[in-house]
């Protein structure tokens, strides 16, 4: 993966964990209208937010919310979560 590549993910696993609340649990597809409406991520599709936020779920700075008899998957921001995901700065 290039450079730019590498930045660019970061970018947008940034934007995604700047859009998620402790406690507020929103949808894989409301996130990447939120994206879309309000960042520099206008082209990015549904399949690339999502693993993108598996990703984050598996450093442990995001939760996957389920709620049965529903089959849109929910994700949430853990409280005081340090992402592993993302370099520092």
Do not use: K
Not at 25 to 39: H, K, P, Q, Y
Not at 59 to 85: D, E, K, M, Y
């Amino acid at each position: 993966m290039t450079s730019r590549g590498t930045t660019t993910n970061h970018a947008l696993r940034r934007a995604l964990l700047q859009l998620l609340a402790p406690g507020r649990a929103i949808t894989t597809a409301e996130l990447r209208t939120r994206l879309s409406d309000d960042t520099a991520f206008s082209d990015v599709t549904q399949e690339a937010v999502y693993r993108h936020l598996d990703a984050l779920a598996r450093a442990g700075s995001i939760r996957r919310v389920t709620h049965p008899g529903r089959r849109h998957i929910f994700w949430s921001r853990r409280p005081c979560a340090v992402s592993a995901a993302l370099p520092q700065e």
